[in-house]
C-alpha cells in the first residue's frame, strides 16, 4: 500500500460547493441545446477564451468579461464543428442531436446563473475537511479557478446611469465576495487562479500550491470534477480522485482509504447546506 500523503488538495466548485455546470445545463435545456453544448464551447476555445482570461485575472472589467463570453458562446460554427468532435469521442450517433443554427447567448445571464447556483456546501466533503483539519496529519489546500479580480473592478466602479455596484454583486450572489471568508477560513492554504494569474489545467498553478507548502507533487492527493484538471495533476505525480457531480460519498470514502483516518460521520449523507 502507498503511504499517505501530507496533503489534500481540494477544488471548490464542482468539490466542495456545487460545479457550475449544473447551471450551465439549465441554460442549455432553457434554450433546448444539445446538453455540454456550451460546456464543450468553453473548454474548447483553449488558453485564450474569455472564460480562461477571466479566471486569470486578465479580464477584470467584468461587463468586458460579459459581452467577450456571450459573443464566444453565440458563435455556432465553431461551436458545432468542437461539439461534433464531442460526440464522436462518445460515440453519439451524429444525427441523434440537433446542432443550433443560430444562437445568441446573454453572457451576464448565463454567468450569473452560474453564479447564485454555487453557494450550497457540500455536507460530506466539509465535514471530511473538518476531520482532516482536526487529525493535524495532513496540510490541506483549496486550488480553485477564481474571480476575484473583477469582484474588486465591481467594488470600485462608482455607481452611473443605470449601473449601482450593490445590485451588480446581489445579482451575481456576490454580496460578501465570490468565495466568502468562511470557505477560506477551511484550509490551511487558498490557490486562487485570479490573484496568481495562472489556472487549472496549467502545470504551473499545481506547481506553485506545492512549492509553497514544501510540497513535492507525489506527496499529494487531489480531489477535482474536471478530468482534465486530473490529468494535469496526474501528469505531474499527483494522486487523484474524481468527485463527479452527486458523486462526493464515494469520493470522500476513497481519499478516507488513502489517509487512513475516518472522515464521514454518517455514511448515509450527500446532501447540501448552507455554512
Same mark, same amino acid.
Given at each position: 500500500?502507498? *503511504?499517505?500523503?501530507?496533503?489534500?488538495?481540494?477544488?471548490?466548485?464542482? $468539490?466542495?460547493?456545487?460545479?457550475?455546470?449544473?447551471? =450551465?445545463?439549465?441554460?442549455?435545456?432553457?434554450?433546448?441545446?444539445?446538453?455540454?453544448?456550451? *460546456?464543450?464551447?468553453?473548454?474548447?476555445?483553449?488558453?485564450?477564451?474569455?472564460?480562461?482570461?477571466?479566471?486569470?485575472?486578465? =479580464?477584470? *472589467?467584468?461587463?468586458?468579461?460579459?459581452?467577450?463570453?456571450?459573443?464566444?458562446?453565440?458563435?455556432?460554427?465553431?461551436?458545432?464543428?468542437?461539439?461534433?468532435?464531442?460526440?464522436?469521442?462518445?460515440?453519439?450517433?451524429?444525427?441523434?442531436?440537433?446542432?443550433?443554427?443560430?444562437?445568441?447567448?446573454?453572457?451576464?445571464?448565463?454567468?450569473?446563473?452560474?453564479?447564485?447556483?454555487?453557494?450550497?456546501?457540500?455536507?460530506? $466533503?466539509?465535514?471530511?475537511?473538518?476531520? =482532516?483539519?482536526?487529525?493535524?496529519?495532513?496540510?490541506?489546500?483549496?486550488?480553485?479557478? *477564481?474571480?476575484?479580480?473583477?469582484?474588486?473592478?465591481?467594488?470600485?466602479?462608482?455607481?452611473?446611469?443605470?449601473?449601482?455596484?450593490?445590485?451588480?454583486?446581489?445579482?451575481?450572489?456576490?454580496?460578501?465576495?465570490?468565495?466568502?471568508?468562511?470557505?477560506?477560513?477551511?484550509?490551511?492554504?487558498?490557490?486562487?487562479?485570479?490573484?496568481?494569474?495562472?489556472?487549472?489545467?496549467?502545470?504551473?498553478?499545481?506547481?506553485?500550491?506545492?512549492?509553497?507548502?514544501?510540497?513535492?507533487?507525489?506527496?499529494?492527493?487531489?480531489?477535482?470534477?474536471?478530468?482534465?484538471?486530473?490529468?494535469?495533476?496526474?501528469?505531474?505525480?499527483?494522486?487523484? =480522485?474524481?468527485?463527479?457531480?452527486?458523486?462526493?460519498?464515494?469520493?470522500?470514502?476513497?481519499?478516507?482509504?488513502?489517509?487512513?483516518?475516518?472522515?464521514?460521520?454518517?455514511?448515509?449523507?450527500?446532501?447540501?447546506?448552507?455554512?
Amino acid at each position: 500500500m502507498a *503511504n499517505p500523503p501530507k496533503a489534500v488538495i481540494f477544488d471548490i466548485g464542482g $468539490v466542495v460547493l456545487p460545479s457550475p455546470i449544473i447551471a =450551465i445545463r439549465r441554460y442549455e435545456k432553457k434554450f433546448s441545446l444539445p446538453q455540454d453544448y456550451l *460546456n464543450v464551447q468553453i473548454s474548447s476555445r483553449g488558453h485564450d477564451g474569455a472564460w480562461q482570461k477571466f479566471e486569470r485575472g486578465e =479580464i477584470r *472589467n467584468v461587463y468586458h468579461f460579459y459581452e467577450a463570453f456571450g459573443r464566444e458562446l453565440s458563435d455556432t460554427e465553431r461551436g458545432n464543428i468542437w461539439y461534433t468532435q464531442y460526440m464522436k469521442k462518445r460515440n453519439i450517433p451524429l444525427g441523434s442531436v440537433a446542432l443550433p443554427t443560430k444562437l445568441k447567448v446573454d453572457g451576464r445571464e448565463l454567468f450569473g446563473m452560474m453564479m447564485r447556483g454555487n453557494t450550497q456546501y457540500d455536507e460530506v $466533503v466539509v465535514e471530511a475537511i473538518h476531520r =482532516i483539519r482536526a487529525s493535524k496529519k495532513y496540510l490541506v489546500i483549496a486550488l480553485t479557478n *477564481n474571480f476575484f479580480a473583477p469582484y474588486e473592478n465591481i467594488l470600485a466602479t462608482p455607481p452611473s446611469g443605470d449601473f449601482n455596484p450593490e445590485s451588480e454583486l446581489a445579482f451575481l450572489g456576490w454580496a460578501d465576495s465570490p468565495l466568502p471568508q468562511a470557505t477560506r477560513d477551511l484550509f490551511d492554504d487558498f490557490v486562487d487562479s485570479s490573484r496568481v494569474g495562472m489556472r487549472k489545467p496549467e502545470p504551473g498553478i499545481y506547481l506553485l500550491a506545492c512549492q509553497r507548502n514544501g510540497l513535492r507533487p507525489e506527496e499529494t492527493v487531489m480531489l477535482d470534477d474536471i478530468g482534465l484538471n486530473l490529468k494535469a495533476a496526474q501528469s505531474l505525480g499527483m494522486r487523484t =480522485i474524481h468527485v463527479p457531480i452527486g458523486g462526493s460519498t464515494l469520493a470522500i470514502k476513497q481519499l478516507r482509504a488513502d489517509l487512513r483516518i475516518p472522515l464521514i460521520a454518517n455514511s448515509g449523507l450527500d446532501s447540501k447546506h448552507r455554512m
